[in-house]
């Protein structure tokens, strides 16, 4: 108590000292001096790019420092691989999914960590561990249910029940409730306390500035790879943190309506069928016309991704019509409709939007398909085409990357994002569908990519975006449609539209 110093050593279970990681091109990490309280919840906050991921993959053993070093209860340690850090207590959940969508939800729980019994894996007891975790998770899940046939938000929970079985004592989460509902979220928030009251360390990343300060004990801001503050998370507010962030590059945001034209997109009575009964999308009836930015509020499960599979052709509707421009789309298949004009920006970029051991260049042309041999003939008339639109691009997104040759894996998560925003607007659509585009993306960035729909808009595009964040719909849409178990239950000029409207529409009726 004396000696505050001393005092806060033993508070700090692991620190960094001058850590530095450099890639070719970019300094990830430039001496940096991070410190982690025990047995608190440690929060990290910073740009897409900042630096955060790779100062976890430090600490998970995924990676090592350049120079620098890593101190563990005060000792150096050397963390070389994921076992390494495992066995001195540091697990990690990854900020992109980390599982096999092939095998099932139980073997996904214990790869890698399986419990044997006389040389053999011990099925029932890992059965039995699986059926525990799952519902400490609140997950309605069955342990030998195929991990590929869950939603995202779900899998993402698997990875946590994964963590959760390890004998953990400093545990990261890098961005854990990205694709979490709000309802999940507060599962996860229970959990984190339990922990916490078992003496487990947390560090916890999240573009999300509310669920930090709700769930953070003590905040620590990166920024272009250096470490700029910490504070007492009860100490700092918003506005700070944000500053913190972003230095003296503010941005902002001003709603313009662009000018609308005829209506491009009409949808009719669309429904489809769950296997089990139920509706996937139930009589799905709008239009939306050239210019028109449309946001789609709802929660999770509500039917926003059905609802853009159905539209560009990825999910078979048993009923009801899309026009494009007039033309029934009805017997189009997904490349077909691509052609004519419709673009998707699916939400799990690591299951359909990337491919990871691609290059940022080839990622980004890669959505012309269906447009293959327009792209081949344009790369022998002209090589460097391709390469100074994907570079306009780049400039265009504001995308942090030090060359498009390099594999897409080595942007920071938020980038690769916009690396498949890039890639869907490459092919030149009319009607652009965007599901969740901020998922994953910094309070900076996400105003960058407001100004891109905006600007989308202006150029007489249709848009339509999804987002699970009030403020976002309600601060860039022309229209607001709510969905509630597949259904349209609200749909509202920007006006009229209220978070208290917003809100009970959104609530599935029992
Ligand atoms: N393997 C790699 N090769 C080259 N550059 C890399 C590699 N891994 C990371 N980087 C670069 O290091 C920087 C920091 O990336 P990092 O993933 O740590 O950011 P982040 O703070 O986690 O961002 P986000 O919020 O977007 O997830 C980025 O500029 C990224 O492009
Ligand atoms: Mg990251």
Redesign the pocket.
Known sequence: MQNPQSQQATDVIIETRNVS?V???????DQVNYRVYRNKVNVLI????????????MLAGV?TPSSGEILLEGKPVSLTSTQQAEKRGISIIF?ELNLFPNMNVMDNIFIANEFFQRGVINEKYQYALAKTLLERLELDVDPYAALGELGIGHQQLVEIARALSKDTRVLIM??PTSALSQSEVRVLFNVIEQLKRRGVTIIY?S?RLEELMEIGDHITI?RD?RFISEREVRDASVPWIIEQMVGDKKKHFDYHAAAQGDTILQVEGLTALHQNGGYKLNDVTFSLRKGEVIGIYGLLGAGRTELFKGLIGLMHCQSGSVLLNGENLAKRNFQQRLKRGIALVPEDRQAEGVVQLMSITANMTLSDLSLRGFRRALRMLNPGKENQRVNEMIGHLAI???DAE??I?????????KVVLGKALMTGPKVVLLDEPTR???VG?KTDVYHLIGNLAQQGLAVMFSSSELDEVMALADRILVMADGRITADLPRAEATREKLISASTPQA
Do not use: W
């Open positions: 990681r890639y070719p091109g970019v300094t990830a990490l910073g740009e897409n790019g900042a630096g955060k991921s790779t100062m976890m993959k990676e900020q890098d961005e990343i573009h990166f790879g942090k990357v030090s390099l594999p894996t080595s942007l920071s998560g938020g980038n690769q994002q994953g993306i910094d960035a």
